[in-house]
C-alpha cells in the first residue's frame, strides 16, 4: 500500500499571493486551477467576484506536496490553527533562508536559534496566517 500525507490549506482569497510565495521561496512545480477553469458539471459556484481564486493548488518540492484553496464564496472562511508547516534541511544558511523568505510581514513566535536538538531552529506565522517551522538538526 502507497499513501501520502499531504497538507491541505484554506485561505480567504488571497491563495494565489501565499503559493506565489511559496514557490519563489521553496522552489518546485506549482499546479493551480481556478473556480472559473471548472467545469458545468462540478455544481462550482460562478461567483464573478470568485472567478480568479484558487479552486485548487499544489506545490510539490521534491517528494513533499502541500495543497490548497481559496474558500469558496458559501462557506464561511476558519483561520487556520493548530497546526504548522515543517520544514527540516541541511545546513544553518538554509534555514535561514527559508526563515527570512517565509517570515517576512508575519509573526515570528520564536527567531531562529541554536537549541538542544538542533543547529537552529524558529517558528513563525506568515503574513497569510500559515504556521511554520524551520529546523537544522544537530550533526551527531
Given at each position: 500500500m502507497s499513501m501520502k500525507i499531504i497538507p491541505y490549506l484554506t485561505f480567504n482569497g488571497n491563495c494565489r499571493e501565499a503559493f506565489a510565495l511559496y514557490k519563489q521561496v521553496l522552489g518546485g512545480e506549482l499546479f493551480s486551477l481556478t473556480f472559473a477553469d471548472a467545469p458545468e458539471e462540478a455544481c462550482v459556484p460562478k461567483d464573478a467576484t470568485?472567478?480568479?481564486?484558487?479552486?485548487?493548488?499544489?506545490?510539490?518540492?521534491?517528494?513533499?506536496?502541500?495543497?490548497?484553496?481559496?474558500?469558496?464564496?458559501?462557506?464561511p472562511f476558519s483561520k487556520i490553527q493548530g497546526v504548522s508547516i515543517s520544514l527540516n534541511?541541511?545546513?544553518?544558511?538554509?534555514?535561514?533562508?527559508?526563515?527570512?523568505?517565509?517570515?517576512?510581514?508575519?509573526?515570528?513566535?520564536?527567531?531562529?536559534?541554536?537549541?538542544?536538538?538542533?543547529?537552529?531552529?524558529?517558528?513563525?506565522?506568515?503574513?497569510?496566517?500559515?504556521?511554520?517551522?524551520?529546523?537544522?538538526?544537530?550533526?551527531?
Open positions: 470568485y472567478k480568479d481564486k484558487i479552486l485548487h493548488t499544489c506545490l510539490t518540492v521534491g517528494d513533499f506536496s502541500v495543497m490548497a484553496s481559496d474558500c469558496p464564496p458559501h462557506q534541511v541541511d545546513s544553518v544558511a538554509e534555514a535561514e533562508r527559508l526563515f527570512k523568505g517565509l517570515s517576512a510581514g508575519g509573526n515570528v513566535h520564536m527567531p531562529l536559534a541554536k537549541t538542544f536538538w538542533a543547529e537552529s531552529f524558529g517558528m513563525f506565522e506568515d503574513r497569510f496566517g500559515v504556521g511554520w517551522m524551520v529546523n537544522c538538526e544537530a550533526k551527531r
